[in-house]
């Protein structure tokens, strides 16, 4: 069975990602990340995908109801 392309999940999967790298960079020394960075990093990218999500799935539906 194949799947629709989702690229708000896409998008919120490679920002968490981003944020991991981060974390983890922090973490190992690499670089010092204050801790406030995470939160607009997360809050955005998830609010960008959720905007995303909501523009591909209008754009499925009305292309569904006009076919």
Known sequence: MRHDFSPGRLLAG???MVTAVVYFGDAGG???TPWF???????G???LAGA???VTH???TRRRDSV
Request: aromatic share 4%.
């Open 14 to 16: 490679l920002v968490l």
């Open 30 to 32: 690499a670089w010092d």
């Open 37 to 43: 960075v995470v939160i607009p990093l997360v809050c």
């Open 45 to 47: 990218g998830l609010g």
């Open 52 to 54: 995303v999500g909501t």
């Open 58 to 60: 209008s754009l499925r």
